[in-house]
């Protein structure tokens, strides 16, 4: 079969990678992709992922079997609808179904109708009313932008004034354009972060193992939120029994309810949860893959990919096969100067295959060498026996490498090593 991946970044990659490795699979594109994708094998496609005609045209010609979409942006324009008005396989969620990451006030409503536990919160137009809430409230609050803010709409307040600047920012000054002309103002959860992503085929749920994000640009879980700065998985002091309450109490609803509202959900759900002492919790949903999370998930994945997606198409049910033991670690190596104005063009190091897994996002080719060309340029991962291993493999890696223009942080999984140390 003939696959097509929708989107340009180191989750796209690290998909059409797992997909190529299926027997059932001859050939994989990448629309538009990156070209540290080729070095895998993966065929781009000089195609933005929001021509949904250029893309519909090219799945006729290239004989595609079915496509699978990367980004939340497509997702909310609607492009599995085109696909779907076309008559060709595609998956992902519709637009209706993808408001659950397109409107953080829609997804609150879906969780209070379906009494999934999440933060209190209200959603303001007014930046006087939500002055007023935050004044009552008190700190620390978290401030969202309603719509999608490439995961930089989202102020965790420790003061009023931060708080205030953060609404004003938002509602009066519109810094996040029509995203942010609705807020969502809601209480700060104290507690360990996880991901806790689904393959859902309207109320059938199939969970994927969990990982840690670090969002934060600089080590310590300082600097400014970003798209996120590497990953691990599985996550060692996350309980069994917060997973399993994470699916009963959290996918499995929202699955649920989003079919008994008439939006049933085909595609990757991703919630963002906390393990509070009151069980988990959901900070977020997504409709798709997270990124750099897919990067350390879908290594871990043993089960074909391509007849996995293949079957959920064909609403058959699915058993997924997870590598048992060991540890996926990823570092994000991104331009100086991200999530803001950064560097660009700097030439970036080789890496042999034996060293590491390297997935490509911000980058373009010059006379064959890599150079970057976005704020997240790129993710190492590897694999260990434990978290300690996985990390020192690549950050020796890393270290062995010219990393001029760039940075990483050096602490991805140290929070893992810390809690379990400390619990034993």
Excluded at 25 to 46: F, L
Excluded at 153 to 159: E, H, L, Q, W
Aim: hydrophobic share 40%; with cysteine; proline share 5%.
């Amino acid at each position: 079969m003939n696959v097509l991946i929708i989107g340009t970044g180191g989750r796209e990659h690290a998909i059409a990678s797992k997909i190529l490795q299926s027997p059932l699979v001859e050939n994989v594109y990448c629309a538009p992709g990156n070209p540290g994708m080729t070095r895998d094998g993966v065929k781009i496609v000089d195609i933005k992922e929001t021509d949904h005609q250029g893309l519909i045209e090219f799945a006729k010609k290239a004989s595609i079997t079915w496509s699978f979409v990367g980004p939340e942006i497509p997702l909310l324009n609607g492009i599995v609808d085109d696909f779907k008005k076309a008559e060709l396989k595609i998956f992902g969620p519709t637009k209706a179904a993808a408001l659950i990451e397109g409107s953080k006030s829609f997804a609150k409503e879906l969780m209070e109708r379906c009494q999934i536990p999440t933060a209190e919160s209200k959603t303001f137009t007014s930046y006087l009313e939500a002055k007023r809430y935050i004044e009552e409230k008190g700190t620390p609050i978290v401030i969202k932008a309603d719509g999608l803010a490439a995961g930089k709409g989202v102020v965790v307040a420790m003061t009023k004034a931060e708080a205030l600047q953060a609404a004003s920012d938002m509602l009066e000054k519109h810094r996040f354009g029509q995203s942010g002309h609705q807020i969502v103002v809601e209480e700060f959860l104290e507690g360990e972060e996880f991901s806790l992503l689904a393959f859902v085929d309207g109320e059938a749920v199939y969970p994927m193992e969990i990982s840690q994000d670090h969002k934060r640009a600089y080590d310590g879980d300082q600097g400014p939120n970003t798209g996120g700065m590497g990953a691990y998985s599985p996550v060692p002091h996350i309980s069994e029994a917060i997973i399993e309450a994470g699916i009963e109490k959290v996918i499995k609803p929202a699955a649920k309810g989003m079919s008994e509202i008439g939006r049933p959900f085909i595609g990757v759900l991703y919630a963002g949860l906390i393990a509070t002492s009151d069980g988990p919790k959901v900070i977020e949903f997504n409709a798709r893959f997270g990124d750099p999370e897919t990067q350390v998930i879908l290594p871990r994945l043993k089960s074909d990919l391509a007849q996995v997606i293949t079957d959920l198409l064909d609403h058959k049910p699915v058993h997924l096969i997870w590598e048992e033991t060991g540890y996926r670690l990823g570092v994000v190596v991104a331009a100086e100067g991200y999530p803001n104005q950064y560097l660009t063009a700097m030439d970036l190091p080789d890496f042999p295959e034996e060293e590491a897994t390297v997935y490509y996002a911000g980058v373009q080719e010059e006379k064959g060498i890599l150079k970057g060309s976005g704020g997240r340029i790129y993710l190492v991962e590897s694999y260990g026996e434990t978290i300690e291993e996985a990390r020192e493999k690549i950050y020796n890696v890393l270290e062995s490498k010219d990393t001029k223009g760039t940075f990483y942080r050096k602490d991805i999984g140290m929070k893992a090593i810390n809690v379990f140390s400390k619990n034993h």
